[in-house]
């Protein structure tokens, strides 16, 4: 990792904690604001733990863009859980047929970039 990306990382990782610290939820109830507040904590540790062997410089700038627009995301909708894609099933339309192995390979394709890591951590 070469020191501008280290650096990069790091400050998305500070963003990130001020973001909590300053969290307010939507609701306005105070319960809700602490489940929020740690789970944006919960989730950057996880995440961040996950991914601090990456090497390759594309695997690493794929994670900076999706911790970006999740940041970016939770400001917007006032939401710190990512945001659900709806997809009926066999809903994608392949190039040949309709098999459930090619509307797999769709639905992969098109989960948005904020939800990459999602599945997988939780």
């Known amino acids: 990792m070469t020191t501008a990306t280290r650096q990069e ?5 500070r963003s990130i904690f001020r973001l909590a610290k300053k969290w307010q939820a939507a609701s306005g109830q105070m319960e ?5 507040k ?7 540790r996880t995440l961040f733990q996950k ?6 410089p594309d695997l690493i700038k794929q ?11 939770g400001l917007h ?5 990512p945001r659900p894609i709806h997809l009926p099933p066999m809903g994608l339309t392949p190039l040949r047929g309709r098999g459930l192995r090619s509307q797999e390979k769709l639905r992969k394709l098109s989960k948005p970039i904020y939800l990459k ?4 951590v939780s």
């Open 32 to 36: 809700d604001t602490i489940k929020e």
């Open 63 to 73: 994670c900076i863009d999706e911790c970006t627009a999740r940041i970016e995301i």
């Open 117 to 120: 890591s999602h599945d997988e």
């Open 38 to 44: 740690q789970y944006i904590l919960n989730e950057a």
């Open 77 to 81: 909708y006032q939401i710190p859980y």
């Open 51 to 56: 991914n601090k062997n990456l090497t390759d």
């Open 9 to 13: 990382v790091l400050g998305l990782y």
